[in-house]
């Protein structure tokens, strides 16, 4: 009975945890992870939680909003690296993740304003339709199916449009960069 007890916290917990990394998220595949991250934390913390389960449910809520804002954020001062980011949203994930600098130094400062002149020479090379689809994506934070609406067309239809601008776009940056 104990047992069953704990598995529906843990559930209730995850839930908890989704929800609230959702709301701020916007993409489902993220605030899974946020919700693992959250329930792996509450793990190793286990031995030092009460019995409170209102108290760790506050935790589990709190834990995730930072995460959420955390991943916010470190794509926000990071906007190339997004594509990459979302690599996973079409193609299997590699686990291949850019290694980036905890300091944010003023070299810092120019390598990402020269990254984001060749992202925008880039971008407008791409045809018109995948241009769109990565703007609404990345800069309006967009679904899929809300993309798929306003163009009027299907959420994999725009999947697959997204996978082939970001491939083409990938192999434009690698040629300005070389």
Same mark, same amino acid.
């Given at each position: 009975m104990e047992r069953l007890k704990y598995i529906?916290? /843990?559930? =209730?917990?995850?839930?908890?945890a989704v929800r609230r990394a959702l709301a701020l +998220? %916007?993409?489902?595949? %993220?605030?899974? %992870? /946020?919700?693992?991250?959250? +329930?792996i934390? +509450?793990?190793?913390?286990h031995e030092n939680l009460r019995e409170n389960t209102d !108290? /760790?449910?506050?935790?589990? %809520?709190?834990m995730a909003r930072n995460l959420a804002l955390d991943l916010l954020r470190h794509r926000r001062r990071h906007p190339i690296l997004r594509f990459f980011y979302r690599q996973g949203d079409d193609d299997e994930d590699t686990g291949n993740t850019p290694d980036i600098p905890d300091s944010f130094t003023p070299q810092h400062y120019v390598e990402d304003k020269e990254a984001?002149?060749? /992202?925008?020479?880039?971008?407008?090379? +791409?045809?018109?339709?995948?241009?769109?689809?990565?703007? &609404?994506? !990345?800069? =309006?934070? &967009?679904?899929?199916?809300?993309i798929a609406q306003v163009l009027g067309t299907t959420d994999s239809s725009c999947r697959g449009m997204m996978s082939k601008a970001r491939q083409r776009l990938l192999q434009l940056i690698n040629k300005m960069t070389k």
């Amino acid at each position: 009975m104990e047992r069953l007890k704990y598995i529906s916290l /843990v559930a =209730e917990l995850r839930q908890i945890a989704v929800r609230r990394a959702l709301a701020l +998220l %916007d993409d489902k595949e %993220d605030a899974e %992870d /946020v919700a693992g991250e959250v +329930l792996i934390r +509450l793990w190793e913390r286990h031995e030092n939680l009460r019995e409170n389960t209102d !108290e /760790v449910k506050r935790l589990a %809520d709190t834990m995730a909003r930072n995460l959420a804002l955390d991943l916010l954020r470190h794509r926000r001062r990071h906007p190339i690296l997004r594509f990459f980011y979302r690599q996973g949203d079409d193609d299997e994930d590699t686990g291949n993740t850019p290694d980036i600098p905890d300091s944010f130094t003023p070299q810092h400062y120019v390598e990402d304003k020269e990254a984001g002149s060749i /992202v925008q020479k880039a971008m407008s090379q +791409l045809p018109y339709n995948w241009r769109k689809i990565v703007e &609404m994506r !990345e800069q =309006e934070d &967009m679904s899929f199916a809300e993309i798929a609406q306003v163009l009027g067309t299907t959420d994999s239809s725009c999947r697959g449009m997204m996978s082939k601008a970001r491939q083409r776009l990938l192999q434009l940056i690698n040629k300005m960069t070389k």
